[in-house]
């Protein structure tokens, strides 16, 4: 398996401190609203990488925090008159729900930040007493400067890190990137003692903590969003490697942003997608392969033709299986081989997709009993290990069979994206041309090649 790592910049072989077991740590969300498909993407993302890992090792342990003490929770919850956990409970139900709904896999491990503050307070003591951190008005700092490698995850130089993001200059810092591991808090907001006075953690330490309590000092694999490398997992490096003198992670593992119909989410747009809302347009499932139709280092373009093109490829799979809902098949069936080698390759789910559409017409196509049980099995390992296809077919249908309402089709988009499929294909750039017909296909339409070149035209939908 090789996974592209954020630290070294290529794509690397899976490194694991012991061969029988893999240790992955997703950064989760701070639950102070609901989720919307930023926060989804990543869940969905690394949901794959655990299905996957947990088919090639004997041993995974998947976890993924809840920051549930954060200032935006203490401002929520100031607001509405209650405590924090009443806003925190709430909204770790919320997402619990979503996800389930978007088919992602419980984790092994769900630590909280409330749940792990003696773990952040040792951590905080260590870095004291070794150099790298120091006190100073009622605050404890992480010292930069005492970590030469600091900037190596995000390639950043000490002036591009002033101007980047949540790096905060006050004057009790001996340096402006110093960060923060402890603050004191007010009597109004919420506070635990330390040998520092009453406070509350700062953002980075947590993660650090939690991870040195539930998987050691070195982990395999750490995951998060594209905007976390700085200054969050920058941070965490340096915590982890003064705290305990050891690699911190080996492969470091980030999914790309999510915009709306070609412009970034934010309140001001009003364009702020959340998981409930999109669940009330189409099913979870759909929504799901709506997420990983683009490969998760690329931005995902979220618009209602993608999601629509989800609804007709699994009409399209669910239709098929239908066909053969009563044929019994072996329990313990192998996934194909290429679906395996694509995802094995740094979550190629284009590939993986382009591959389970032939296994569909493979299954359509069989001529008899035997020959359908063993397609059917293969092609229901195939997708179990991207989430699909695994529901009732019936079920399933009904759901994904109500109407939704088409654009129109954004033919210069489409016309440039087969010429630039054309051009691969002469170059034999097979894996790029792939990956641009699925791109096509999510915009609706299908894709016929011919000697003079490829030629498209909509999609028609599948019969049940």
């Known amino acids: 398996m090789q996974l592209y790592n954020t630290l070294t910049r290529q794509k690397e072989p899976l490194r694991t401190e012991r061969p029988d077991r893999v240790t992955l740590y ?155 591991l402890w603050k004191p808090s007010s009597s109004e907001q919420p506070g635990w003692d330390s040998p520092w006075g009453r406070g509350r953690p700062g953002w980075h330490v947590e993660c650090t903590a939690m991870i040195g309590r539930h998987l050691g000092h070195t982990i395999d694999i750490h995951g998060g969003g594209q905007d976390l490398i700085f200054p969050h997992h920058e941070n965490e490096i340096a915590q982890g490697t003064c705290a305990h003198g050891t690699r911190y992670c080996h492969t470091w593992v980030h999914n790309s942003f999510v915009t709306v119909d070609g412009q970034k989410m934010s309140k001001s747009l009003g364009n702020v997608l959340l998981v409930r809302d999109l669940l009330e347009q189409a099913p979870g499932e759909a929504v799901r392969l709506a997420l990983l139709s683009t490969h998760y280092r690329r931005p995902l373009d979220w618009n209602a033709q993608r999601l629509e093109n989800a609804r007709r490829t699994l009409v399209r799979g669910y239709a098929a299986l239908a066909r053969v809902e009563t044929l019994p098949i072996a329990q313990d069936s192998e996934p194909d081989a290429e679906v395996v080698a694509a995802l094995h390759n740094d979550l190629n789910v284009s590939m993986a997709l382009t591959r389970l559409r032939r296994l569909v017409d493979e299954l359509a196509q069989a001529q008899d009993d035997s020959a359908r049980a063993q397609a059917k099995a293969r092609l229901l390992a195939s997708a179990r290990l991207l989430g699909l296809l695994q529901q009732p077919p019936a079920l399933a249908l009904q759901a994904l069979r109500t109407e939704q309402k088409r654009e129109p089709l954004p033919t210069a988009r489409i016309d440039a994206l087969v010429a630039e499929r054309n051009r691969a294909r002469e170059a034999r750039d097979f894996a790029r041309a792939d990956a641009l017909r699925s791109e096509l296909e999510g915009l609706g339409v299908s894709i016929r090649d011919t000697r003079q070149g490829a030629v498209w035209e909509p999609a028609e939908e599948p019969e049940s």
């Open 26 to 180: 997703v950064c989760g969300p701070t639950v102070y609203n609901f989720a919307h498909i930023g926060n989804a993407r990543p869940a969905v993302v690394f949901d794959v990488l655990a299905r996957l890992l947990r088919q090639a090792y004997p041993r995974v342990v998947y976890a993924r925090n809840f920051t549930d003490v954060d200032d935006k929770i203490n401002d929520a919850a100031s607001a509405a008159g209650v405590p924090i956990d009443t806003i925190t409970t709430r909204y770790i139900d919320a997402y619990h729900q979503d996800m389930q709904a978007l088919g992602v896999l419980p984790p092994d491990l769900e630590p909280r930040v409330t749940e792990h503050i003696p773990d952040i307070v040792e951590l905080i003591a260590t870095l004291i007493e070794r150099g790298y951190a120091y006190e100073a008005e009622g605050h404890v700092l992480f010292h930069v400067a005492s970590y030469p490698d600091y900037g190596q995850l995000s390639g950043r130089r000490p002036e591009d890190m002033l101007a980047g993001a949540r790096v905060e200059v006050a004057p009790y810092k001996c340096d402006p990137l110093d960060f923060v």
